[in-house]
């Protein structure tokens, strides 16, 4: 059992443990060989019951019994077929199933050969519920049971408010059963999603719940079991339809398309500009939570030049079953069309049923977003060349952007949210409160007890109550508690240094959403680029710098789907999973930070627009097992292997087995500048193979490819 020191074994037990053993080898080899050789005699089936009772985890010796249940059932006398022998048959594998339980209640094989017998029929459920009685009182919270119980409770058809008022029993008779209030959370689910006599105001029913389990956490406030289903019902609470939230082009924005760098010399701020050789842009449209269905049947994108036809869209940060908050699609004008002052274009998100939440949620409500594209004439287009200089990101270059300046008013008008106040859905005031009402009383009980998972608890529920705010309808400056919760994850990062890389990536997102959520805060760290050399007349670049602020993951992007050029360097990043949505990024400054491997840059393959990168200073190939690197396909362990063109680029100095990751993750970028400095795997045998691998690549740590 947890918890309990080992000791070590006396003589006499040692003995008996090798005898037993021995006896335990005789019985499986003979039940491997009846069930190699197909037999089911009265003798073979009862050396089967010696063996699962003394292992009932031997799981063939499990699926021998049903094979044999079976070929006694179709073997029956035609005529003497009737439901005693049928019964006979069942009882006896029910009787064997409960003397291995007695051996180990925990076992999974014995658990689900009873639920087949069940399944047969002519069992009893009225018996199973009283050995159930029994087995969870010498274990009440053992899962098994509880798994069990609920498949009973089906085949019984027995009502959920019944089963819910025994895990209140059993909850009362011992708050600590994690088991109990699992049970409790699939029940009221369920009643809730009916909404049966009780049940149709799910507000009211979530308050009670939050009442009844406050009672189990002031009782022991360290005690995690009723925490856990604080947390449930905290998701319940914050449960609702998915919401579009930004995209990319913003709307209202108008966006210039060229070629080679030209830019009409009449065009200013506000108007956008995006280099293009193929007149083809990106349209990202970013939601609240991550969502399935996102398509041409659900998003409607109507402009009289479009050449796409049927848009093609693709999750770009995609989760289990392929949810995604960010979603893209490219736009593509025909060359046909020389030269075009303004060419408008509609999209409609959920214009037809389909967008669904990966909590099952649907998106119901239709919104519309527009925005201009300028494609200039094709003499025009080629008339200029653009020369490529390296960038310099020393610090004397970056300039903080002013207040009242140009530069604030355009981050003003890009990184504000699609909610309308049309669209924008009323924030249910009913769970505003309940969550209000938790805080209110987390805090009264952190006040007494200097309790962890409190602490933690605590940091959800503002961030939840933050949520509220920022995605619903009120207006009314209610305050949000950012630095509270930053100081609530500093604590536990004191007080659990176990979990300090949990701790470190929620307090993570926490900062990253206050530096990013307003005007006020994205404006601190908003910088003009400009080197001290530059001409005049060349124009600054807007660039988004969080650097410093040990970071240790990437956070939403709903305020900053615009950004070009952003700076992380300085950081604790280890991965960089989030960055796959700013699909105009082409200055990234990742120094400084921990990143372990090649392949924890994946998400830059999907940035079709980067042109300079930083990932000196890091941590790749300094540590002699890294996990990570293995966490994407490799042709060391790819089925697709013969699909690789390693040969081509790799020489005598460069083998498959050493930069196979470096393949990965560079072949096909269009970086023009590489600093990779300062990690232990850089070497100019690398420098000269990534020179190689892309042909764009004009300087690598300061060194062009001439010198």
């Known amino acids: 059992?947890?918890?309990?020191?080992?000791?070590?074994?006396?003589?006499?037990?040692?003995?008996?443990?090798?005898?037993?053993?021995?006896?335990?080898?005789?019985?499986?080899?003979q039940v491997l060989q009846f069930h190699r050789n197909k037999i089911y005699t009265k003798e073979a089936i009862e050396i089967s019951a010696k063996l699962l009772e003394s292992n009932p985890e031997h799981y063939t010796g499990w699926n021998y019994r049903k094979l044999a249940v079976e070929y006694l059932l179709d073997h029956l006398p035609e005529n003497g077929v009737d439901s005693e022998s049928i019964q006979s048959i069942l009882d006896e594998e029910l009787r064997l199933v409960e003397n291995a339980l007695k051996r180990n209640f925990k076992s999974y094989g014995a658990w689900y050969h009873r639920k087949w017998i069940l399944s047969k029929g002519h069992s009893s459920t009225d018996r199973e519920l009283r050995l159930l009685s029994k087995f969870q009182k010498l274990d009440s919270r053992n899962f098994h049971a509880w798994n069990y119980r609920r498949f009973i409770s089906a085949l019984k058809k027995i009502p959920d408010k019944e089963e819910l008022q025994y895990t209140t029993d059993m909850i009362y008779d011992n708050f600590s059963n994690y088991s109990a209030w699992h049970n409790r959370s699939v029940l009221l689910s369920n009643l809730l999603e009916k909404g049966g006599v009780g049940y149709e105001d799910r507000g009211t029913v979530l308050g009670e719940e939050y009442e009844f389990v406050r009672n189990a956490l002031f009782t022991d406030p360290d005690d995690q079991s009723g925490w856990f289903y604080h947390l449930w019902l905290l998701e319940q609470t914050l449960k609702r339809e998915p919401l579009f939230l930004s995209s990319w082009p913003p709307n209202g924005s108008t966006l210039c398309l060229s070629i080679d760098g030209y830019l009409n010399s009449q065009q200013s701020l506000p108007i956008l500009h995006f280099q293009s050789k193929t007149r083809t842009f990106p349209l990202v449209l970013y939601f609240s939570e991550a969502v399935e269905g996102v398509s041409s049947s659900t998003v409607t994108v109507e402009s009289e030049y479009n050449d796409g036809g049927d848009l093609i869209w693709r999750p770009l940060s995609p989760e289990k079953f392929g949810y995604s908050q960010a979603w893209l699609t490219y736009l593509k004008f025909?060359?046909?069309?020389?030269?075009?002052?303004?060419?408008?274009?509609?999209?409609?998100?959920?214009?037809?049923?389909?967008?669904?939440?990966?909590?099952?949620?649907?998106?119901?409500?239709?919104?519309?977003?527009?925005?201009?594209?300028?494609?200039?004439?094709?003499d025009q287009e080629r008339s200029e060349v653009q020369t490529v200089h390296r960038i310099s990101l020393e610090e004397?270059?970056?300039?903080?952007?002013?207040?009242?300046?140009?530069?604030?008013?355009?981050?003003?008008?890009?990184?504000?949210?699609?909610?309308?106040?049309?669209?924008?859905?009323?924030?249910?005031?009913?769970?505003?409160?309940?969550?209000?009402?938790?805080?209110?009383?987390?805090?009264?009980?952190?006040?007494?007890?200097?309790?962890?998972?409190?602490?933690l608890t605590l940091a959800r529920l503002w961030m939840a109550r933050n949520t509220l705010i920022t995605y619903g309808s009120t207006d009314d400056g209610t305050e949000v508690?950012?630095?509270?919760?930053?100081?609530?994850?500093?604590?536990?990062?004191?007080?659990?240094?176990?979990?300090?890389?949990?701790?470190?990536?929620?307090?993570?997102?926490?900062?990253?959403?206050?530096?990013?959520?307003?005007l006020v805060s994205l404006l601190k760290h908003c910088y003009q680029y400009q080197e001290t050399s530059s001409p005049p007349s060349m124009n600054p670049s807007l660039c988004v710098r969080l650097n410093g602020l040990s970071l240790s993951r990437i956070g939403s992007m709903e305020h900053v789907l615009w950004v070009q050029m952003l700076d992380l360097s300085h950081n604790k990043l280890r991965s960089i999973e989030g960055l796959e949505t700013l699909q105009l990024l082409s200055c990234l400054n990742l120094s400084n930070n921990k990143i372990c491997s090649f392949t924890a840059l994946e998400p830059l393959k999907k940035l079709k627009s980067l042109q300079v990168l930083d990932i000196s200073y890091n941590e790749i190939g300094a540590h002699s097992i890294d996990t990570r690197r293995y966490l994407c396909s490799s042709p060391l362990n790819h089925a697709l292997v013969s699909e690789w063109n390693f040969d081509k680029f790799a020489t005598e100095d460069v083998t498959l087995k050493d930069h196979w990751d470096a393949y990965l993750i560079f072949d096909g970028l269009n970086l023009i500048q590489l600093e990779i400095t300062g990690n232990a795997v850089v070497d100019e045998r690398l420098r000269s193979f990534l020179f190689k691998l892309m042909p764009s690549l004009k300087w690598i740590d300061g060194e062009s490819k001439c010198d």
Request: glycine share 2%.
């Open 481 to 518: 508690h950012y630095e509270d919760i930053l100081a609530l994850y500093r604590d536990l990062m004191k007080m659990d240094p176990v979990h300090i890389c949990y701790y470190e990536d929620e307090y993570s997102s926490a900062l990253w959403k206050q530096a990013t959520s307003n």
């Open 334 to 378: 025909s060359d046909k069309v020389h030269s075009l002052e303004s060419c408008p274009v509609k999209v409609t998100v959920a214009h037809f049923p389909g967008i669904i939440s990966s909590s099952g949620m649907p998106c119901s409500q239709s919104c519309h977003l527009s925005f201009t594209v300028c494609v200039p004439a094709n």
């Open 1 to 29: 059992m947890h918890g309990r020191p080992r000791k070590a074994p006396t003589d006499e037990e040692q003995e008996a443990s090798s005898n037993k053993a021995v006896k335990l080898r005789d019985l499986q080899s």
């Open 396 to 455: 004397e270059n970056f300039k903080a952007v002013a207040t009242q300046s140009e530069e604030a008013k355009l981050v003003h008008s890009l990184s504000k949210l699609e909610i309308e106040k049309v669209n924008r859905p009323t924030t249910c005031k009913q769970s505003l409160e309940t969550i209000s009402n938790e805080i209110a009383h987390c805090q009264e009980l952190l006040s007494s007890a200097d309790c962890k998972i409190g602490k």
